[in-house]
DNA sequence: TTTTATTTTCAATAATTTTTGAAAGTTTAG
DNA sequence: CTAAACTTTCAAAAATTATTGAAAATAAAA
């Protein structure tokens, strides 16, 4: 297969599970492209190349750089802004779960926590509830441990699986 | 705050973090709800207590079904089907990870294999996309491989710190 | 300053996903 | 068998989410 497919393929792939699980497809689509390319590419270049709207790319390039996963980059005599992303996938797996373990899992973990001590009824139900947000908040917060453990591991671990970052 | 009010808080929380994870909220409310009350429930149950369709609770206890973590319960002397969800949340946890990594992880790693043997091509950006493949093959498979062990962990590990099935 | 290039915003539109509700299907009871 | 109780289906409607595109804002060049 050329490199060219293959690259579309990867860029399909990616935003289809990216859609699955609540991730805007374009939003992974052109992360996907700027890992995928070996320069930093402009606003039109990402419209060409996914065929989409500026409205869309600049939005969804500002969100990619709110996660932190993809930055500006200037380039000598251009007006353009150019946008690349690193190519160290672990790095990127660390920023979102880091964001999305922030965002999300810690403000529903503190609701489930106020609803454990705030229920003080006596009944069997109120029983019932209370061992159910204790092992809700047990799971969620021993997945919440599996992630950071994961992001400590850093330089060891599995790392030394990784390709490094290629330095451009 | 009553149960009543904590069951209703906890609903709604629940069916807003699977929102934000792509799963649909009333799946993840039906299941809250079940999770939550100490007794089987019937469709039309549910449908008061959510105030949903008769057909939105049959096609979301089935999907719930299908996921293998609710189950249908009959009552003696009742005509109607009535509904559990088991309360173990550990096993509801392994099931979710089992489900989501087969049916959506698992074929995504399988291209993305293919797509690195397939680019034979010998550019600098072959190379890097190469790369690209293996990286993005590593963390998705250092994280599939994380979600297997805390699956096989079972009994032990942090278990212990279950409260065990009520049974009923 | 004025002009030109570029980015940002956001109301309108489109696409997608969810939900409804009534009709069709099924099962059980009489 | 027929009627009643209940479940399933699915086309249409509603709700949500994503995308466009053109106008407004900003920044750089002339």
């Known amino acids: 297969m050329n490199l060219e497919d293959a690259k579309i393929k990867y860029i ?6 990216a859609t699955s699980w609540g991730i805007n497809k374009t ?3 052109v992360h996907a492209l700027l890992l995928a390319t070996n320069k930093a590419l402009s606003a ?4 060409e190349a996914l065929k989409i ?11 990619l750089i709110d ?16 946008f ?3 190519k160290d996938i672990w790095e990127l797996f660390k920023q979102v779960t880091k964001e999305r373990k922030k965002r999300e899992i810690e403000p ?29 908040l047990s799971v969620t917060g021993m997945f919440n441990g599996l992630l ?9 671990w599995l790392l030394s699986n990784f390709t490094k970052l290629i330095k451009r």
């Not at 399909?12 to 599970?17: D, E, K, P, R, V």
């Not at 709207?53 to 969100?63: F, Q």
């Open 12 to 17: 399909q792939t990616w935003g289809s599970l």
């Open 53 to 63: 709207s500026r409205g869309n790319v600049n939005m969804n390039v500002r969100a």
């Open 27 to 29: 939003m992974a689509q």
């Open 108 to 136: 529903v973990l503190k609701v489930l926590e106020e609803l454990q001590n705030d229920v003080s009824e006596d009944s069997e139900d109120a029983e019932v509830f209370r061992k159910l947000m204790k092992d809700i």
């Open 67 to 82: 996660w932190g996963i993809v930055r500006k980059e200037f380039v000598a005599g251009e007006r353009k802004e150019f």
């Open 44 to 47: 039109d270049e990402i419209m």
């Open 148 to 156: 950071e453990k994961a992001i400590k591991a850093d330089e060891h």
């Open 84 to 86: 690349v992303a690193d």
